[in-house]
T-cell receptor, first 113, second 115 residues
Framework: QKEVEQDPGPLSVPEGAIVSLNCTYS??????FMWYRQYSRKGPELLMY????GNKEDGRFTAQVDKSSKYISLFIRDSQPSDSATYLC?????????????FGPGTRLSVLP | DGGITQSPKYLFRKEGQNVTLSCEQN?????MYWYRQDPGQGLRLIYY???????QKGDIAEGYSVSREKKESFPLTVTSAQKNPTAFYLC??????????????FGPGTRLTVL
């Protein structure tokens, strides 16, 4: 079993749809949960990060973490064609263990106009 | 502008040749990382360095080497011992090796193709 699992897609939705992206993980030591967006042939950029369980909202984006289920989600409301990209989840622990991030394989999203 | 630069953007290598990928950051970050990205496999950690003159192997270090002689520079050499080097290589940096969490910033990447 991989440490972080993510459906690779591709996922195609019409413009304006609500998008749900998810990751599951196996290591209970993870405390920080990140979502990165990566456009084709570019480096990833951080969208959001969350510490421990709970929700975090930033504009059209909402990140949710459920540590009891080892499950994290990213919701995109009113999706736009400019949201078309690969979305990577990433996780890390605390202290010395937290120095390195573990990434999911990414979900490729296409938002169709 | 502060950030991470990687060069070249595209690199072609013949089998049996060593090549060096450049990574420079002007963010004054302590920690630097090299990842390899292949389709469907996400980012895999090759090497990382938390301080100058020190570096550690990641999950897939075989066939790669690095140096960290300066805080702002972390070059990666892909040696002929790397069996399947064609991939997208990403360099990243993070402010502090001591904090529990700092954002990891990425460079634009280098696409390496072995001919």
């Amino acid at each position: 079993q991989k440490e972080v699992e993510q459906d690779p897609g591709p996922l195609s939705v019409p413009e304006g749809a609500i998008v749900s992206l998810n990751c599951t993980y196996s290591n209970s030591a993870f405390q920080y949960f990140m979502w990165y967006r990566q456009y084709s042939r570019k480096g990833p950029e951080l969208l959001m990060y969350t510490y421990s369980s709970g929700n975090k909202e930033d504009g059209r984006f909402t990140a949710q973490v459920d540590k009891s289920s080892k499950y994290i989600s990213l919701f995109i409301r009113d999706s736009q064609p400019s949201d078309s990209a690969t979305y990577l989840c990433a996780m890390s622990g605390r202290g010395n263990y937290g120095q390195n991030f573990v990434f999911g394989p990414g979900t490729r999203l296409s938002v169709l106009p | 502008d502060g950030g991470i630069t990687q060069s070249p953007k595209y690199l072609f290598r013949k089998e049996g040749q060593n090549v060096t990928l450049s990574c420079e950051q002007n963010l004054n970050h302590d920690a630097m990382y090299w990842y390899r990205q292949d389709p469907g496999q996400g980012l895999r950690l090759i090497y990382y360095s938390q301080i100058v003159n020190d570096f550690q192997k990641g999950d897939i270090a075989e066939g790669y080497s690095v140096s960290r002689e300066k805080k702002e520079s972390f070059p990666l050499t892909v040696t002929s011992a790397q069996k399947n080097p064609t991939a997208f290589y990403l360099c990243a940096s993070k402010r502090s090796r001591l904090a529990d969490y700092n954002e990891q910033f990425f460079g634009p990447g280098t696409r390496l193709t072995v001919l």
